[in-house]
Nanobody
Framework: QVQLVESGGGLVQPGGSLRLSCAAS????????MGWYRQAPGKQRELVAA???????NYADSVKGRFTISRDNAKNTVYLQLNSLKPEDTAVYYC??????????????WGQGTLVTVSS
Protein backbone atom coordinates (compact mmCIF):
# COMPACT_ATOMS: atom_id res chain seq x y z
CA GLN A 1 0.00 0.00 0.00
CA VAL A 2 1.39 3.39 -1.01
CA GLN A 3 0.95 6.27 1.40
CA LEU A 4 1.97 9.90 1.69
CA VAL A 5 2.62 10.96 5.27
CA GLU A 6 2.95 14.65 6.09
CA SER A 7 4.56 16.27 9.10
CA GLY A 8 5.65 19.69 10.27
CA GLY A 9 2.43 21.62 10.65
CA GLY A 10 1.60 23.67 13.70
CA LEU A 11 0.92 27.09 15.14
CA VAL A 12 3.21 29.95 14.16
CA GLN A 13 3.10 33.72 14.55
CA PRO A 14 2.78 36.01 11.54
CA GLY A 15 6.17 36.45 9.92
CA GLY A 16 7.35 33.08 11.18
CA SER A 17 8.46 29.97 9.33
CA LEU A 18 7.60 26.30 9.13
CA ARG A 19 8.90 23.36 7.16
CA LEU A 20 6.53 20.68 5.97
CA SER A 21 7.68 17.23 4.95
CA CYS A 22 5.89 14.50 3.04
CA ALA A 23 7.32 11.02 2.70
CA ALA A 24 5.97 8.38 0.34
CA SER A 25 6.07 4.81 1.59
CA UNK A 26 5.42 1.46 -0.03
CA UNK A 27 6.76 -0.45 -3.00
CA UNK A 28 7.54 2.53 -5.22
CA UNK A 29 9.40 2.52 -8.50
CA UNK A 30 9.16 6.24 -9.23
CA UNK A 31 7.09 9.33 -8.54
CA UNK A 32 6.20 11.92 -11.15
CA UNK A 33 5.11 15.34 -9.93
CA MET A 34 4.74 15.97 -6.20
CA GLY A 35 3.02 18.97 -4.79
CA TRP A 36 1.36 20.73 -1.91
CA TYR A 37 -2.23 21.90 -1.89
CA ARG A 38 -4.08 23.73 0.85
CA GLN A 39 -7.65 24.18 1.90
CA ALA A 40 -8.79 26.95 4.20
CA PRO A 41 -12.15 26.81 5.99
CA GLY A 42 -14.96 27.53 3.57
CA LYS A 43 -12.66 27.62 0.56
CA GLN A 44 -11.75 25.24 -2.22
CA ARG A 45 -8.55 23.28 -2.22
CA GLU A 46 -5.86 25.11 -4.17
CA LEU A 47 -2.42 24.30 -5.49
CA VAL A 48 0.37 25.90 -3.48
CA ALA A 49 3.46 24.50 -5.19
CA ALA A 50 4.55 21.53 -7.27
CA UNK A 51 7.83 19.98 -8.36
CA UNK A 52 8.53 17.47 -11.09
CA UNK A 53 10.90 14.54 -10.78
CA UNK A 54 13.41 16.62 -12.72
CA UNK A 55 13.15 19.53 -10.32
CA UNK A 56 11.00 21.98 -12.25
CA UNK A 57 8.78 23.98 -9.94
CA ASN A 58 5.70 26.15 -10.05
CA TYR A 59 4.03 28.20 -7.36
CA ALA A 60 0.76 29.93 -6.68
CA ASP A 61 1.14 33.68 -7.07
CA SER A 62 0.16 34.18 -3.45
CA VAL A 63 3.21 32.28 -2.15
CA LYS A 64 5.90 33.18 -4.68
CA GLY A 65 9.00 34.49 -2.95
CA ARG A 66 7.86 33.17 0.44
CA PHE A 67 7.51 29.39 -0.01
CA THR A 68 10.04 26.98 -1.47
CA ILE A 69 9.33 23.44 -2.60
CA SER A 70 12.06 20.82 -2.88
CA ARG A 71 12.31 17.05 -3.06
CA ASP A 72 14.70 14.22 -2.38
CA ASN A 73 14.02 11.54 -4.98
CA ALA A 74 16.18 8.98 -3.18
CA LYS A 75 13.97 9.33 -0.12
CA ASN A 76 10.68 9.78 -2.02
CA THR A 77 10.16 12.91 0.04
CA VAL A 78 8.96 16.40 -0.79
CA TYR A 79 9.39 19.46 1.39
CA LEU A 80 7.73 22.85 1.62
CA GLN A 81 9.56 25.67 3.37
CA LEU A 82 7.10 28.34 4.44
CA ASN A 83 8.58 31.74 5.29
CA SER A 84 7.05 35.13 6.06
CA LEU A 85 3.82 33.44 6.98
CA LYS A 86 0.60 35.41 6.97
CA PRO A 87 -2.73 34.70 8.68
CA GLU A 88 -4.22 34.00 5.26
CA ASP A 89 -1.83 31.06 4.90
CA THR A 90 -3.80 29.27 7.61
CA ALA A 91 -5.13 26.04 6.11
CA VAL A 92 -4.82 22.30 6.02
CA TYR A 93 -1.90 21.48 3.74
CA TYR A 94 -2.11 18.31 1.68
CA CYS A 95 0.70 16.48 -0.03
CA UNK A 96 -0.07 15.09 -3.48
CA UNK A 97 1.60 12.84 -6.02
CA UNK A 98 0.02 12.78 -9.45
CA UNK A 99 1.54 9.44 -10.49
CA UNK A 100 3.32 6.89 -8.36
CA UNK A 101 4.59 3.87 -10.27
CA UNK A 102 4.31 0.63 -8.30
CA UNK A 103 4.39 -3.11 -9.01
CA UNK A 104 0.63 -3.00 -9.46
CA UNK A 105 0.63 -0.03 -11.79
CA UNK A 106 0.37 3.70 -11.32
CA UNK A 107 -1.83 5.69 -9.03
CA UNK A 108 -2.56 9.16 -7.75
CA UNK A 109 -2.15 9.61 -4.00
CA TRP A 110 -3.12 12.26 -1.43
CA GLY A 111 -1.76 12.66 2.06
CA GLN A 112 -4.01 13.03 5.09
CA GLY A 113 -3.21 16.70 5.58
CA THR A 114 -1.41 18.75 8.18
CA LEU A 115 -2.79 21.91 9.77
CA VAL A 116 -0.88 25.17 9.58
CA THR A 117 -2.23 27.98 11.75
CA VAL A 118 -0.76 31.47 11.51
CA SER A 119 -1.91 33.59 14.41
CA SER A 120 -0.59 35.90 17.07
Amino acid sequence: QVQLVESGGGLVQPGGSLRLSCAASGSIFSINTMGWYRQAPGKQRELVAAITSGGSTNYADSVKGRFTISRDNAKNTVYLQLNSLKPEDTAVYYCHADWIATMRGGLEVWGQGTLVTVSS
